[in-house]
T-cell receptor, first 116, second 112 residues
Framework: DGGITQSPKYLFRKEGQNVTLSCEQN?????MYWYRQDPGQGLRLIYY???????QKGDIAEGYSVSREKKESFPLTVTSAQKNPTAFYLC???????????????FGPGTRLTVL | QKEVEQNSGPLSVPEGAIASLNCTYS??????FFWYRQYSGKSPELIMF????GDKEDGRFTAQLNKASQYVSLLIRDSQPSDSATYLC????????????FGTGTRLTVIP
C-alpha cells in the first residue's frame, strides 16, 4: 500500500521547544517537500529536496531545519526560532523529470502543530 | 516571487449548477498548471492538470487555460454537495524542478 505518512497527526509544543515532524514515503520518489498552511491561506514552501543528502530553502525556511539522509524520509524540525509555528504542516513527494514536464505532487495527511 | 491569484470566495452554488473557479498567474513562462481539491482538515488531492491552451475535460471537471491572458480556470458541472471544498490553483516553477506555487484557494459550497 504505497503512500506518504506523516506523524504525529496532532502535536502540541511549549514555547521554546524544538519539535520534529516525521514524513515517510514508499513511492520511490526522489523529490520531497514541506509546506505550511495557515487558516484561509494557500500552501507556502518551507524546504524541498530533489535528491538524498541535498535540500534547498523554500520561501519561508527561517526557524525550520530538515535532513534527507534516506530517500524515504524527510523530517522537519520546527525550532524555537520560529516565532509563530502554529499551523498545518504538509509533506509531499513527487518524481523528478525534465524541466517543464509534469510530475504530480502527492501529499501526506498533514500534522497540525499548536504552540501552547 | 511568483504570484498566483485566486478569487477567495466563498463561492456558493446550488446543487446541479456549474461552479466556475478562476486563477491568474504572474510568470508568463509557466508551462504546467494544477487544480487541487482540499476538504476541511485534509490534505490536497490533485483533480486536474493542464499544460496546453484550450480546454481539458475529465468527467464533470473542465480545466481551461489561456496562456496569453495568463489565466486558468476550473469548471465543475452538475455540482454536488460532495464538491464542497477549497480548490487550490498551483503553477509549476520553471526555475526549480517540480516546485509548485499555490494560490490561497477558493472555498466552494454546493447547496443541496
Amino acid at each position: 500500500d504505497g503512500g506518504i505518512t506523516q506523524s504525529p497527526k496532532y502535536l502540541f509544543r511549549k514555547e521554546g521547544q524544538n519539535v520534529t515532524l516525521s514524513c515517510e514515503q514508499n513511492l520511490n520518489h526522489d523529490a520531497m517537500y514541506w509546506y505550511r498552511q495557515d487558516p484561509g491561506q494557500g500552501l507556502r514552501l518551507i524546504y524541498y529536496s530533489q535528491i538524498v543528502n541535498d535540500f534547498q530553502k523554500g520561501d519561508i525556511a527561517e526557524g525550520y531545519s530538515v535532513s534527507r539522509e534516506k530517500k524515504e524520509s524527510f523530517p522537519l524540525t520546527v525550532t524555537s526560532a520560529q516565532k509563530n509555528p502554529t499551523a498545518f504542516y504538509l509533506c509531499a513527494s513527487s518524481m523528478t523529470g525534465q524541466r517543464g514536464s509534469y510530475n504530480e505532487q502527492f501529499f501526506g495527511p498533514g500534522t497540525r502543530l499548536t504552540v501552547l | 516571487q511568483k504570484e498566483v491569484e485566486q478569487n477567495s470566495g466563498p463561492l456558493s452554488v446550488p446543487e446541479g449548477a456549474i461552479a466556475s473557479l478562476n486563477c491568474t498567474y504572474s510568470d508568463r513562462g509557466s508551462q504546467s498548471f494544477f487544480w487541487y481539491r482540499q476538504y476541511s482538515g485534509k490534505s490536497p488531492e490533485l483533480i486536474m492538470f493542464i499544460y496546453s491552451n484550450g480546454d481539458k475535460e475529465d468527467g464533470r471537471f473542465t480545466a481551461q487555460l489561456n496562456k496569453a491572458s495568463q489565466y486558468v480556470s476550473l469548471l465543475i458541472r452538475d455540482s454536488q454537495p460532495s464538491d464542497s471544498a477549497t480548490y487550490l490553483c498551483a503553477v509549476e516553477d520553471q526555475t526549480g524542478a517540480n516546485n509548485l506555487f499555490f494560490g490561497t484557494g477558493t472555498r466552494l459550497t454546493v447547496i443541496p
